[in-house]
């Protein structure tokens, strides 16, 4: 199925997880959608985060983000709105990637790689120096071109896990993974919540360990240095959302917030 | 003779209709889908099953529904034979029950206790909260606040049944919003929610389980067609196509017949204010090949990907996407797929009205409009035959609203129809 000769953009990403492994932390990974708040303002607010991530997460903006709970899908209207989309959402990409030589990797929806073309979308992506894809609605066995398509141009691909998935599918989805493994750690969408939600996720990191060849990371519901500690524990890497745009929404320090996440990884 | 469900030869067994179809979906509803599957596969052959979805649907329902020869419409059109199959005449209104009664006992059997739907016309969400109503079972229904004003009646009608309705602001505000958010919904509780989905659309095994459902419309007229004519095809069939389940319950049973048996098949698409105004629900006329509500499909969307919001004057049809089987016999030509504007479909509802005393549902009436233009091509000893998929109560307030646009000094009834029709009814 997948081309698993590690490509350019996945020895990145593994080499950022192995750095924040030999400092004891768990890789810190923020995410942001592209061209919010504006696309004038992105740079700015993805450089503060950039500063404190080891990898950052550029999420493509999507008309109908099926994964996503109210936070990122407003998100995602607003830069829609203000004309932000698929070539220019790599295009944002493209200039953060002169500033920086950390991990980029792209969150994107099928439908935006379909409409773009596979081929010239990965074409696309490796010529803004991005290094992985994560594709939220695409189970791997769905699609066997995209992964290959991604290997061909230089981009590791990393595919989701939930509390809900059956060993097999674990192992499936597992193996599929070049980038690192997301571990989804609520049954549900993105956004921040009340209360910690980490029950299933050992249980389910230790069986996805069994199965995977790279780094496993955890998302959805992370959302300040209590909760991204509690995940740090069990996990390689720490995703966080929301809280990232619900600060910026709100004109709440975004750097100082990274900031406290970030110290919150540690082991 | 006791209900069978048709087995039909696509999708394959990854879900797929030709290129079309699938499961694009968050991993999260991977396991719920195949659950699904299986429950429904084993459903599917069971004589319990059966039995009480036979008896719903001839108590409950009121089937099978007529199979009408409209006379006046007929003589109107000048040409082939029109029947009308009623399902117009369902309890409920449309043939949206066949598929959620179905639906909602095959909930029961997996022990939900929960179901949610989306809506657009609101049929599909009055049909999930009167099944709710009678099998017991909480109900949510997701409806965009655009079509919540348009079918304020419906929505009473949810809430009268015990349902609760769940205002969409985002997006269009319509029916591809109130999937969204139906889908993360479901994303959400999955464990202990069965999502009732309205059409043949979404992953696989919707498309192809909503089109077993809905199959009785089209064996029905087998049967009927051949006690009327003494053959079971007509030559011709028309139905609307927003989803595409009403169409795909009278198409599917013949569609896979060999060409020369196969009746000719055709489904109206919205096209609004007219496929090249940009405002219209034509997936095949107006759209490309995309992904949404996890099936590939013609889609409207643009060339980055992001969905364009559809527009019809009814709102079961304003959604951006056709149901995965419709694609694949787009592209073989198994059917054909034609658009009709609202202007048109607004003037063979007042048409239907007057000549058979029917007032059809917005949706049906891009039927009508087809229909009489086909038959008025065809020879008098052929066939038509229209599925009308529902009735007009839920849209007259919002039709009265757009004829008074129309002539906002409200003339008498007969000035209605735009000229060129009116002549040609009382001709
Ligand atoms: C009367 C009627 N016809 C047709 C439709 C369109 O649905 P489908 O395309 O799935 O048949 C609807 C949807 O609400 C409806 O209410």
Redesign the pocket.
């Known amino acids: 199925m997948t081309t698993l000769a590690p490509t350019r953009g996945a020895a990145r990403l593994h080499a950022a997880f192995e750095q924040a492994r030999t400092e004891g932390r768990a890789a810190f990974i923020p995410y942001m959608t592209a061209g919010y708040p504006t696309a004038a303002g992105f740079p700015a607010l993805a450089q503060t985060l950039l500063a404190h991530a080891d990898i950052l997460e550029v999420g493509i903006p999507y008309s109908d983000p099926l994964g996503d709970g109210p936070t990122i899908q407003r998100a995602s209207e607003q830069a829609l709105a203000g004309g932000t989309s698929t070539r220019h959402s790599l295009a944002l990409v493209a200039e953060l990637r002169a500033r920086t030589d950390k991990p980029i990797v792209v969150m994107t929806y099928v439908n935006p790689i379909y409409a773009v073309g596979p081929r010239e979308f990965m074409r696309l992506a490796q010529r803004a120096g991005v290094d992985g894809l994560i594709l939220p609605d695409l189970p791997p066995d769905q699609d066997l071109e995209i992964a290959d398509l991604a290997a061909e141009h230089g981009l590791a691909v990393t595919f989701l896990i939930a509390p809900t998935s059956t060993p097999a599918r674990v192992a499936l989805v597992a193996q599929a993974c070049t980038g690192f493994l997301y571990a989804v750690s609520v049954t549900g969408v993105t956004g921040a919540r009340e209360g910690a939600a980490l029950g299933e996720v050992p249980a389910m990191l230790a069986l996805a360990r069994q199965h995977a060849r790279v780094p496993v990371a955890v998302g959805f519901g992370v959302k300040d240095a209590a909760t991204a500690r509690q995940v740090a524990g069990v996990a390689d890497g720490v995703v966080v959302g929301s809280a990232f745009i619900t600060a910026a929404a709100n004109g709440q320090d975004v750097d100082a917030l990274a900031a406290s996440i970030r110290a919150g990884c540690v082991r | 003779m006791p209900l069978t469900l048709p087995t039909y030869p696509q999708p394959d067994a990854r879900g797929r209709f030709g290129r079309f179809g699938g499961r694009y979906v968050p991993e999260t509803l991977i396991p719920a889908l195949d659950e699904l599957e299986t429950a429904y596969a084993a459903a599917k052959t069971d004589p319990a099953f059966l039995g009480e979805l036979d008896r719903l649907l001839r108590e409950f329902v009121g089937r099978p529904s007529g199979l009408y020869l409209a006379q006046r419409l007929t003589e109107h059109a000048g040409g082939a034979r029109i029947y009308l199959k009623r ?2 005449q369902n309890y409920t ?4 029950i066949n598929n959620c009664l179905a639906q909602a006992l095959l909930a029961v059997r997996m022990g939900k206790k929960r179901v949610i739907a989306e ?6 969400g009055v049909a999930s909260a009167t099944a709710a109503a009678l099998l017991g079972l909480s109900c949510v229904v997701y409806m965009g606040a655009e079509d919540i004003r348009r079918q304020a009646l419906n929505v009473f009608r949810m809430k009268l049944l015990g349902a609760e309705v769940r205002e969409v602001t985002s997006g269009t505000a319509t ?1 591809k919003d109130a999937t969204n958010e139906a889908i993360r919904d479901w994303v959400t509780n999955v464990r202990d929610t069965f999502y009732i989905l ?4 979404g992953p696989h095994p919707y498309p192809a389980m909503v089109r077993d459902f ?1 199959s009785v419309i089209g064996e029905e007229l087998k049967v009927q067609h051949q006690a009327l004519e003494g053959r079971p095809a007509p030559d011709a069939i028309v ?11 009278i198409f599917a049973p013949f569609a896979y017949l060999p060409e020369e048996e196969r009746p000719l098949l055709i489904g109206t698409e919205a096209a609004g204010e007219g496929v090249d105004s940009g405002r219209h629900a034509a997936s095949v006329a107006g759209g490309r090949i995309g992904v949404l509500h996890g099936a590939m499909m013609y889609l409207l969307n643009d060339d980055e990907g992001q969905i364009v919001p559809p527009h019809s004057v ?4 304003d ?1 951006p996407g056709i ?1 995965p089987e419709h694609c694949l016999y787009a592209q073989t030509g198994a059917a054909q797929y034609v658009p009709v504007t609202d202007a048109q479909a607004l003037d063979a509802l007042q048409l239907l009205t007057r000549l058979e005393g029917i007032i059809p ?4 009436a891009h039927a009508i409009y087809h229909a009489v233009e086909l038959a008025r091509t065809m020879r008098p000893d052929q066939t038509v035959v229209v599925n009308l ?3 007009g109560d ?1 849209d007259v307030a919002e039709v009265m609203r757009l004829l008074s646009l129309q002539d906002p000094v409200g003339e008498t009834p007969g000035q209605l129809l735009s000229p060129s029709l009116l002549s040609e009814v009382h001709a």
């Open positions: 399902e117009d209104g449309a043939h949206k809506t657009g016309a609101g049929q599909h029916l309205g059409s043949v659309v809905q139905a609307c196509v927003g989803g595409g389940s009403n169409a795909i319950g009814s709102a079961g049809l959604y149901g549902a917005l949706e049906s998929s529902g009735r839920k």
